[in-house]
């Protein structure tokens, strides 16, 4: 597709044809094919910005480079390179995303070469079919924004940058002259807006056998606050994620906000550096089982959870009954926390119910819970001289077990600790330091040393993570759980009341769990200007947005395989099934092609009522005997037709309609209406076929 040497040096035009090199000053009008190809490369920027976070920072700076080298050659007038640079920025580009991923292939991979080879083919733009293959590659571009985020922002940035194509893509089939950009885009909107009943049918009805552009993560990272272990004291600063993890609406009157524990994983075994989720030696028989009893009135709640990558259902605690879940089952481990067979990586929504009012574990010294007072053999002397103190000055024994955790509370509230989300790096010592030193730090630190504390002391205790608290949304009634909401508390083993939930983080920092002082992640410039201006306008939009959000998660997102059941149901179908669901797509497909032919039917008897009127004047005068092409315009008919019967009254009266049905079609400013004119058409006086 190169040029053959020694011709000129040419220019590319992306919707055909190839025009000497010229170079435009600055305020001249560009020609169509400069202006055309400035607009698909806004395009394409706009495309690949929206993945800016999702590439690696020299695929973005490879890609403007390359956009903007392009931008200067269709400005000047300037040839596109040849083929020796786009080789080599296509080896370099394979060489650092094998640097970059170990790997061509898979998501991350892939879409880092997918989108620097959009960037590559704007330098090869000669021929319309050069500039089909970019439109097609930028909707493939489009695609793969959907394997990040389904979210309502990038719906919208996609919806402009569909639009901006689809615009280029009408422009590039209209090569004739100059039509205005606005053109194309009004026709592309009309295509978006005719093909949108064509997506919502196949949106309904499509069978969904995965989740919407379901594919795996390439890692078990998700965007979860919690993980499957807690390593103390390696996190100088947190940096908190406002980002949204849960959506609750509850059936009645909501529990207190300092009372909305959400129940994650529960870290048991202990390193002296990392906490994990119990790995007992003991016999199935002898292991710790739930023995949860619940009492009183059960809180009923919605949960819709956003994907994670992990097993985890987060309900509050404690919640007696499986959630009800669509298409798999949860099940409770011992521990009261509730899993599924597989990981969450979708947006899920589950029915559930909760027991403020519970009791679980042992109520009796049990072998298993030595798991739960073992510590790490040298580490954290001090916190050990510290258990030892408490043991003299309150009693040792399970009978002074409450006492004793009172005591380490007494403590953290009169101690002089702080909750602050810049406590520094901690030493090995974590707990000592913890106690004895920083004297601050925020939940994991406190919960990790105070089971410490307390396994010092012989009473069995763990790590509970999970969510804690909330905010509720006026708008739409929910009560929004941010990934900044993410907490550590602990849980204690009393004889004759087995586990109870003791958060040593409300002794140091009340406002932690209550509706006061809760934490929040720094806002952006224009969201502190805004706030700083208008607070309560600043907390409505959040408000909007968030319940905005939240309707779009209900309604398209959370659209699934038994919403699309339950949609035939209403439909009448008694036990609905996939083999429902693909007739009625058929039968729909049928419906819909029955009325396009229908459609077509009409519209073929209706085209163009300028041209069928021609035609019954030029039948009707070939009648009479005038033998007339089928092409003619109705200006050489009327020349005809005053040759053919003279100087009548005929003659000079169809002479005279011809030419107003021309004027009327090719006039802006014709003053006879068509109406008019197929009226005048019945009342001329045609002579009969046999006395012309």
């Known amino acids: 597709m190169n040029s053959a040497p020694g011709r000129p040096k040419l220019n590319s035009h992306p919707l055909g044809g190839q025009r000497p090199a010229q170079r435009w000053s600055v305020g001249a009008t560009l020609p169509r094919d400069t202006r ?85 083919k704007t330098l090869e733009l000669r021929a319309r079919r050069d500039a089909f293959v970019v439109f097609f590659l930028a909707f493939f571009t489009l695609l793969t924004h959907f394997f990040y985020s389904q979210s309502l922002l990038t719906a919208a940035g996609i919806l402009i940058a569909l639009l901006g194509l689809l615009t280029a893509l009408v422009n590039a089939h209209m090569p004739v002259g100059r039509p205005p950009l606005a053109q194309a885009a009004r026709i592309a909107g009309g295509m978006a807006l005719l093909g949108a009943p064509i997506m919502l049918v196949l949106f309904m009805l499509f069978p969904r056998m995965s989740p919407l552009w379901g594919i795996p993560n390439d890692g ?22 406002d980002s949204i993890a849960l959506r609750v609406r509850f059936d009645g009157e909501p529990p207190p906000q300092r009372d909305l524990y959400f129940r994650g994983p529960v870290l048991t075994d202990f390193d002296g550096v990392e906490w994990r989720p119990l790995r007992s030696g003991f016999p199935a028989h002898m292991e710790l089982q739930a023995n949860l009893q619940v009492s009183g009135e059960p809180v009923r709640y919605e949960v819709t959870m956003e994907p994670h990558q992990r097993p985890w259902l ?45 009791r679980h574990g042992p109520l009796t010294t049990a072998v298993a819970l030595q798991d739960q007072i073992e510590l790490p053999a040298g580490y954290n002397p001090r916190t050990l ?36 989300l810049e406590p520094g790096v901690y030493g090995q010592h974590t707990a000592d330091e913890f106690w004895f030193d920083k004297r601050e730090g925020f939940c994991e630190h406190i919960a990790s040393s105070f089971v410490i504390l307390m396994r010092a002391l012989d009473i069995p205790a763990r790590i509970v993570t999970g969510y804690q608290g909330g905010e509720l949304n006026a708008v739409d009634g929910f009560w929004t759980v ?11 083993w009393l004889q004759g009341q087995g586990w109870v939930r003791v958060d040593p983080t409300s002794a140091v920092a009340p406002g932690r769990t209550g509706s006061l002082e809760r934490l929040r992640a720094p806002e952006g410039a224009l969201a502190g200007a805004i706030r700083t201006l208008n607070p309560d306008l600043s907390a409505q939009l959040r408000a909007v947005w968030d319940a905005v959000n939240n309707r779009w998660n209900q309604w398209v997102l959370n659209y699934t395989q038994g919403k699309q059941l339950d949609l035939l149901k209403n439909l009448g179908f008694k036990s609905p099934s996939w083999t429902d669901l693909a007739y ?43 033998n007339n092409a089928h092409n003619l315009p109705p200006r050489t008919l009327a020349a005809q037709a005053q040759q053919r019967f003279g100087d009548t009254p005929f003659s000079h009266s169809v ?20 109406a008019t004119l197929q009226r005048e058409y019945k009342q001329l006086a045609w002579p009969k076929e046999g006395n012309q």
């Open 385 to 420: 001289m510290l258990a030892q103190q408490l043991r003299r000055e309150v009693g040792a024994g399970p009978a002074f077990s409450e006492a004793l955790v009172n005591a380490a509370l007494q403590r953290l509230r009169t101690g002089g600790y702080t909750y602050t």
């Open 482 to 492: 941010r990934q900044r909401d993410a907490h550590a508390w602990t849980e204690v």
């Open 220 to 241: 078990m990272t998700g965007r979860s606050g919690l993980s499957g272990q807690m390593r103390v004291g390696q996190i100088a600063e947190l940096v908190l994620d």
């Open 584 to 626: 009625v797509l058929m039968a729909v497909v049928v419906l819909v092609s029955l009325a396009g032919a229908a459609w077509t039917l009409w519209e073929r008897q209706q085209h163009d009522p300028w041209l069928r009127l021609l035609q019954r004047a030029r039948q009707r005068l070939h009648k009479l005997g005038l």
């Open 314 to 358: 987060f309900l509050l605690e404690a919640a007696a009954r499986a959630p009800q879940l669509l298409n798999t089952q949860a099940f409770m481990t011992p521990e009261l926390q509730w899993l599924t067979r597989r990981p969450m990586n979708e947006l899920v929504r589950y029915r559930a119910e909760s027991h403020p009012v519970f």
């Open 36 to 120: 055309d190809t400035l607009f698909l490369l806004a395009v394409i920027a706009w495309v690949v910005a929206m993945q800016i976070g999702h590439i690696p920072w020299w695929c973005t700076a490879l890609t403007a480079g390359v956009l903007a080298w392009r931008t200067v050659l269709a400005l000047k007038g300037l040839p596109l390179p040849g083929w020796a640079w786009r080789m080599g920025l296509l080896a370099l580009t394979l060489g650092a995303t094998w640097a970059t991923h170990q790997t061509l292939l898979g998501r991350d991979a892939g879409v880092t070469l997918i989108v620097v080879l959009l960037a590559l």
């Open 655 to 674: 002479t005279q309609w011809l030419l107003k049905l021309e004027n009327q079609r090719y006039s802006r400013e014709s003053p006879v209406s068509l």
